[in-house]
């Protein structure tokens, strides 16, 4: 009889152990939930920013997991007004030989904004902002696109991202990689080229990445190379508020 007791007392708390493992389970399930609930609208909360002569585009929540290029390169597909179509169409074909059609990156949680900014009637700079939804190092980082630019390069802001700083970059006001079809007839895209879209994206992203951490960043870094490491060059000297710290590299011919 008392061992029916015994075996009796232990099937009760086994059975009281198991309930008490999944009601914890369960409220951490639903913390979890509530956790990127609030930071899927703290991010989706940026679309609404008032800044100068800029356009938020999206501001998306995106959860830790894996995403490919394809997807994540859509925003590059859109060309500015008057934009020759056929850089718009190469712009993707020389972007997916450059990163890899098909290539998939595992990325942490961030939130994800694009940005058009349109300083002038005739510009069209698209920018794109990473920031990291936990564990933000307090960095900004800008990174300058080599060669003729006019695209968005996910492999750099893939990289920063990764290591936990808030990252951007810009297409530099026009569609293209390798043409300059763009810029003819278009003085003001050829600023944009040289300079204001990187200054433009360092005030913009610099508002968005106080919005959504509540508070400045600590370092400012600015990295490029090739034509990319003339821009990061020209704009230590022409804008040294853009960054605390440059990185740069011109390669010179042999």
Not at 40 to 45: I, M
Not at 52 to 63: D, G, K, L, Q, R
Not at 214 to 242: E, L, Q
Request: glycine content about 10%; aromatic content about 10%.
């Amino acid at each position: 009889m008392r061992c029916l007791l015994s075996k009796c007392r232990l099937a009760s708390i086994f059975f009281i152990s198991m309930s008490v493992t999944i009601v914890a389970c369960g409220a951490n399930d639903e913390k979890i939930d509530r956790v990127s609930s609030g930071l899927n609208k703290q991010c989706t909360a940026l679309a609404a920013l008032n800044l100068p002569h800029t356009v938020i585009t999206n501001a998306e929540y995106m959860s830790a997991g894996d995403y490919p290029f394809a997807e994540l390169n859509k925003f590059n597909t859109v060309g500015p007004k008057g934009q020759h179509a056929l850089e718009v169409r190469e712009v993707v074909r020389i972007a997916n030989y450059i990163e890899g059609d098909g290539v998939t990156y595992t990325l942490p949680a961030f939130c994800r904004v694009q940005a058009v900014s349109v300083p002038t009637a005739d510009s069209h700079i698209k920018m794109e902002l990473w920031m990291p939804a936990k564990g933000w190092t307090g960095r900004y980082h800008q990174v300058a696109i080599g060669g003729g630019a006019g695209a968005i390069s996910y492999d750099r802001l893939v990289h920063r991202l990764n290591v936990g700083d808030s990252v951007a970059t810009t297409d530099t006001g026009h569609v293209s990689l390798g043409g300059y079809l763009w810029a003819a007839g278009r003085p003001e895209r050829k600023i944009d080229f040289g300079y204001r879209a990187h200054k433009e994206t360092s005030d913009i992203a610099k508002a968005i990445v106080e919005q959504y951490y509540g508070r400045k960043h600590d370092y400012a870094y600015f990295s490029g190379c090739s034509r990319g490491g003339m821009r990061v060059w020209f704009r230590r000297n022409a804008i040294p508020k853009i960054g605390r710290a440059f990185l740069w590299a011109r390669l010179r011919p042999t």
